[in-house]
């Protein structure tokens, strides 16, 4: 079973950028497309991004596009989130997740499905 543990969340203003970072364990890395999703207080987890297994092909909401990078270190089984121009509606619990089928096809990553093994999260507050 995978072991995910997040890091890098905090508070920020408007604006402001972070960079969140998943270290992975436990299984194999480099075949799995990896995935970011939120959960703002009072709501569902929501899926925001994920990458390929190889090729680093990536897929991103459309509320996040153009504002944040999902990016991986295959060498490092660590799977980053770049956000810029955070918004407050941003604010939540940030997790990163493992596919669940291996050497997906990067032209199905819309439909990336996460390995029901979660990390504890780092959480965003984003100020006005």
């Known amino acids: 079973q995978v072991q995910l543990v997040e890091s890098g969340g905090g508070l920020v203003q408007a604006g402001g950028s972070l960079r969140l970072s998943c270290a992975a364990s436990?299984?194999?890395?480099?075949?799995?497309?990896m995935g970011w999703f939120r959960q703002a207080p009072g709501k569902e987890r929501e899926f925001v991004a994920a990458?390929?297994?190889?090729?680093?092909?990536?897929y991103y909401v459309d509320s996040v596009k153009g504002r944040f990078t999902i990016s991986r270190d295959n060498a490092r089984n660590t799977v980053y989130l770049q956000m810029n121009s955070l918004k407050p509606e941003d604010t939540a619990v940030y997790y990163c997740?493992?596919?669940?089928?291996?050497?997906?096809?990067?032209?199905?990553?819309?439909?990336?499905?996460?390995?029901?093994?979660w990390g504890q999260g780092t959480p965003v507050t984003v100020s006005s």
């Open positions: 997740a493992q596919d669940r089928i291996a050497f997906r096809s990067q032209s199905t990553l819309h439909a990336f499905n996460p390995l029901d093994a």
């Open positions: 436990g299984r194999a890395f480099n075949i799995y497309a």
């Open positions: 990458i390929s297994w190889r090729d680093s092909n990536t």
